[in-house]
């Protein structure tokens, strides 16, 4: 997929961000409490389907260090990731900032605030999902951590290449990293560009 093919998609993207931000998406508040979807990765994530929210702010286990990314800062609402280096923000609105490269890689930031509601892991990864319905090409991955929590982690794969999905609630916001890449890229390249974009991973939480 072009870089203009991937900002067209993202300004779909913004507008129902928006949109679920208005709602509240209010009826997520009762789908952690429904495992029939079998969409929460296996790994130590037993405690994250329950019906109780606070697994999303639970520290996660230490991690093998990894250096993060260096190149321009995404920031939604204060919650903010570091695209690569030499990578480029071509996209920056009050609810998604997005940043590309030549090889037609994206990372995009989403975050919308929750009203002071604390979601669940099971409510994160489903909150920007539409009717709550997981996307075509889903493969639940291992849990992983970003920011000392624990994230969940998906992939999506289709014609177009793989997508990468990392998020959680923190802070009053509930989060996700995507980092999309074309299919003639490398499984190897696109793991290590996730995990340099979710080591810089900030929010206010951590700066506090």
């Keep these: 997929m072009t870089a203009r093919g991937n900002r067209r998609r993202l300004a779909a993207l913004s507008c129902a961000v928006a949109l679920s931000a208005v709602t509240g998406c209010g009826d997520e508040g009762t ?3 429904d495992g029939s979807d079998g969409d929460v990765p296996t790994s130590s994530t037993s405690a994250s389907t329950s019906a109780s929210p606070s697994p999303s702010t639970t520290p996660a286990d230490p991690t093998p260090t990894v250096e993060p990314a ?3 800062q995404l920031d939604v609402e204060g919650i903010k990731v ?4 030499t990578w480029v923000q071509t996209y920056d609105t009050i609810v998604v900032d997005m940043a590309e490269d030549d090889d037609s890689g994206s990372v995009m930031l989403s975050a919308a605030g929750t009203g002071g509601d604390q979601l669940s892991l099971r409510q994160a ?3 920007f999902w539409t009717r709550s319905r997981k996307p075509e090409g889903y493969e639940a991955q291992p849990t992983t951590v970003m920011g000392g929590l624990t994230a969940y982690h998906y992939v999506v794969r289709d014609r177009h290449g793989v997508t990468h999905a990392v998020g959680l609630w923190d802070a009053g916001y509930v989060v996700k990293v995507e980092v999309e890449m074309p299919e003639r890229v490398a499984e190897e390249k696109t793991l ?3 995990e340099s974009v979710i080591a ?3 929010s206010p939480r951590t700066e506090g």
């Design 70 to 72: 260096t190149g321009p």
């Design 200 to 202: 810089s991973y900030e």
């Design 31 to 33: 789908a952690s409490a």
């Design 125 to 127: 990864e489903k909150y």
């Design 192 to 194: 290590a560009v996730l």
């Design 82 to 85: 570091n695209a690569p280096k």
